[in-house]
């Protein structure tokens, strides 16, 4: 066949699957938001659950999502960028640090349901933590520990060597020059894996529902149980409690999540638009 | 411009003392898990109880009564819920009490237009010895059995009371709650699948068993022969403030307040 | 600041470098502790061959589960692969920088909606259309794959379009100096060049399928037995354990343990794979 024909075709083949992904996600957004958005008011976002969900609002979830996120990273940002600047500034590649990635780069994949697993015998039985706030978010941050690792190591490796060698240069030590000069500059790239892990964290269920537990109050302590957005959702739409508060929970999530995109992604432009 | 740590430090500071410093010392609230079934009645309970007593936090969780099972002889909640017909051996040594009675209800589709079935029948469907809605004389179509998993009290006194010796069709699909298995009979036309008579609503329709309506009466006078009792299990040394609950939900207020909202009292 | 401080903070920094590698053995290690010895009571060809599921009578077998997520999987690449590595062929090869940097951003954003949000809109709108158009009750493989190989969509895209865009430029500029034309170029050149990257990348949406949760549980029907037709419902490993886990006491949390192993090893070895596959890139 004629080669410029088939080029032709297969732009339009291909053409057409970048159509097919892009709808797929235009579709998603708009159907949750037509269905879900009207119903989402202030008195939605600030009361309590009602009728186990099928009237009030989401104010106990928006509490438990965010003391969640909040204190997951505040477990697992330390742990996630010290191991980078570690890898980064204190060895050179060698097996120590081939075993470190080897493990990140498998925490990596592991099903979020496995963790879940793990949290419910390990932190809510064995540790007796029980269905709490503080057994979900510390799953949580063992999750999110291979992004925050990965996002931080690039942001740190993005940084010019020279910043560093003028800190040397004027008598500073190593680890003044990482807290003052480069953790600093990499921080846009740093905060863009914390966000992206937040956004992992507020659409988290398979491993929340078994360590931070479904309660419908608002969570007043670390120790008490709270059920997250998602976690909410996930319950009122398979039971069916009611159609139009799942919509207006669903609403809720998927605008969050694009905030969180928008702003990741605005950061991670800034910092490359310094490096690149 | 230099950054600083030092602001995000504070803030976050600030936050969490703003945060535990306002809220009462972690006082533990009073934890109940397990039977879906009874879950939306204990809830009901709890948010009176807790208008009585501020001071009281009650949790209901649902997971189906083996959560309820687990959880109280694992001592992760104070109560245990679980409606079946008796309680397995692994709780032989916790407390246990009946707060309630409830009837199940066999459900199918609105457009389906059966409307009775013997319980010899209804054996034989969910068994899959009949696996056709034609065998019934009703359309033309396979059946589509709906069970509730493993672990749930629904699921174990259906299976006790309605297939007896016989093993549940290999081809039964599972929803893991009451409110599940509902939305799924509700959405297709093939479907049958039981729930809890107090989870009956207008989406879908609840068939009379040998000529005998899922009601709370039938369920009563022992007509409607599918019915089990709400068990509550006590975790060992349990808190008094659970105690306290325990002792309103049995009360004729709590029983009344059971009554009012659908289910059968035990008192 | 002195050389002890400097070397106190080295020696700290280790520790906490070493706490992926202490959680990630804390994991397995629980993960393994509680499932092998349920393996080695039961047997472990019994439980991958067992085709019963039925904890009350002792009976676990995980073959209809493994079938399960193997039919999930398999379809979710039917249609996850095409579609992701068409879309990424385009936005390289067909496309200029300026459309990228405006499609791009837009998958990712796909790559963070939750995953029960997938189900649901699964739940609502294709499981409906299914069952009135194509039959069944609409909640099957046939569902199941269509809404997971959109959700590995990012994954696939991805790095598909960063091993074509890795490649060096002389691969296409010498076959554009040849006369081919731009699709020629994909197809003898530019695809087998970066043939690695993108095996590495299905092979890493094949993870994120068989790893897939709530999803599934949502659309997949949770049946016990093994399909024969795509319009059956299956039950995969991962609800398994998530419809049980609950409650779950003795044995019976035993075998889900065992049946957590089977996954974990399932995913490690496909991640490793796919790291072997890089890794040869690379050289």
Same mark, same amino acid.
């Given at each position: ?276 | ?267 | ?142 569902? $199941?794959?269509?809404? &997971?190989? =959109? ?8 790095? +598909? !379009?960063? #091993?074509?865009? %890795? @490649? ?51 659309? $997949?029907?949770?049946? &016990?037995? =093994? ?8 039950? +995969? !490993?991962? #609800?398994?354990? %998530? @419809? ?40």
């Amino acid at each position: 066949m004629n080669p410029k024909l088939t080029q032709k075709i297969a732009s339009l083949v291909l053409g057409s699957a970048v159509v097919i992904t892009l709808s797929a996600l235009v579709f998603i957004i708009f159907y949750i938001l037509y269905h879900g958005l009207p119903l989402v008011s202030l008195e939605f976002l600030t009361n309590p659950i009602r009728e186990m969900g099928k009237s009030g609002g989401i104010f106990p979830t928006i509490v438990s999502t965010c003391l969640l996120a909040i204190i997951s990273i505040f477990i697992a940002a330390p742990l996630g960028i010290g191991t980078a600047v570690f890898l980064t500034e204190y060895t050179r590649e060698n097996v120590i640090t081939k075993i470190i990635r080897f493990t990140t780069d498998c925490l990596a994949g592991i099903p979020s349901i496995i963790f879940g697993l793990f949290g419910f015998v390990f932190f809510v039985i064995y540790l007796g933590l029980g269905w709490s706030i503080l057994s979900g978010s510390l799953t949580l941050a063992f999750m999110m520990l291979p992004t925050i690792i990965r996002t931080s190591e690039e942001a740190i490796r993005a940084v010019p060597k020279s910043y560093q060698e003028v800190t040397y240069g004027l008598g500073g030590s190593k680890w003044q020059s990482i807290t003052q000069i480069i953790l600093p500059k990499a921080m846009p790239g740093i905060l863009t894996g914390i966000i992206l892990s937040v956004g992992r964290a507020v659409s988290e269920t398979a491993a929340l529902i078994f360590t931070a537990g479904i309660s419908l109050h608002t969570p007043v302590s670390i120790f008490s149980s709270g059920r997250s957005m998602a976690v909410h959702f996930y319950t009122i739409a398979r039971e069916g409690i009611s159609m139009p508060m799942a919509f207006a929970t669903a609403a809720v999530l998927i605008i969050t999540v694009l905030m969180i995109n928008i702003v990741s992604y605005f950061l991670m432009n800034r910092f490359l638009r310094r490096y690149a | 411009m230099r950054f600083s740590w030092k602001p995000i430090l504070l803030v976050f500071l600030f936050f969490l003392f703003f945060y535990f410093s306002f809220t009462s010392r972690p006082k533990l609230p009073v934890r109940l898990a397990g039977s879906t079934a009874f879950q939306p009645f204990a809830e009901i309970l709890a948010e009176t109880y807790m208008a009585k007593y501020p001071e009281t936090i009650i949790d209901v969780q649902g997971g189906g009564s083996a959560v309820g099972i687990m959880a109280s002889q694992q001592g992760i909640v104070d109560i245990g819920m679980a409606d079946m017909l008796s309680l397995p051996k692994d709780v032989d040594h916790l407390e246990r009490v009946i707060v309630a009675r409830d009837g199940i209800a066999v459900i199918v589709n609105r457009d389906n237009k059966m409307e009775d079935i013997s319980f010899e029948t209804l054996g034989k469907i969910f068994s899959g010895d009949i696996k056709k809605w034609d065998d019934l004389g009703i359309k033309s179509s396979a059946i589509r059995v709906i069970s509730r998993e493993d672990g749930s009290g629904t699921r174990k006194s259906f299976d006790q009371l309605v297939l007896g010796k016989k093993k549940l069709t290999r081809d039964a699909m599972f929803q893991d709650s009451n409110g599940t298995i509902r939305e799924s009979v509700k959405n297709d036309p093939n479907a049958i699948g039981y729930i809890s008579i107090g989870y009956l609503t207008e989406d879908v329709k609840p068939l009379k068993i040998d000529g005998y309506e899922a009601t709370n009466e039938n369920v009563i006078n022992e007509s409607y022969k599918i019915a089990r009792p709400v068990f509550l299990i006590l975790k060992s040394n349990t808190s008094k403030e659970a105690r306290k609950f325990l002792d309103y939900m049995l009360s004729s207020e709590g029983q009344k307040n059971i009554a009012d909202e659908g289910l059968i009292p035990v008192k | 600041m002195n050389e002890i401080a400097e070397k106190i903070i080295e020696k700290f920094l280790i520790m906490i470098a070493f706490s992926t590698v202490a959680v990630l053995f804390l994991i397995t290690f629980f993960i393994f502790k509680e499932g092998i010895p349920f393996l080695a009571e039961y047997g472990l060809f019994d439980f991958l061959s067992g085709t019963i599921w039925l904890p009350g009578e002792n009976n676990y077998g995980i073959l209809p589960m493994i079938a399960g997520s193997i039919c999930v999987t398999i379809g979710a690449l039917v249609v996850g692969v095409p579609l992701g590595v068409g879309t990424a062929i385009f936005l390289v090869e067909f496309t200029n920088k300026r459309v990228r940097n405006i499609v791009k951003p837009m998958i990712e954003l796909l790559a963070g909606i939750p995953s029960v949000v997938y189900g649901f809109i699964g739940i609502m709108v294709l499981a409906p259309w299914v069952r009135v158009h194509l039959g069944g009750s609409g909640l099957s493989i046939f569902t $199941a794959s269509i809404v &997971l190989g =959109i959700m590995i969509l990012p994954t696939v895209i991805s790095i +598909t !379009m960063d #091993s074509l865009s %890795a @490649l060096s430029p002389a691969y296409k500029e010498g076959s554009i100096a040849l006369g081919a034309t731009n699709w020629q170029t994909v197809v003898m050149v530019l695809l087998p060049a970066a043939k690695s990257g993108i095996l590495a990348g299905i092979i890493l949406g094949m993870g994120r399928a068989i790893g897939e949760t709530m999803a599934v549980i949502m659309i $997949a029907g949770n049946a &016990l037995r =093994i399909p024969s037709s795509i319009f059956d419902s299956v039950r +995969t !490993m991962t #609800s398994n354990i %998530a @419809l049980e886990m609950g409650y779950a006491l003795g044995t019976h949390r035993a075998a889900l343990f065992a049946n957590a192993v089977i996954l974990f090893v399932f995913i490690m070895v496909l991640n490793s794979i796919a790291i072997i596959i890089t890794k040869k890139r690379h050289k």
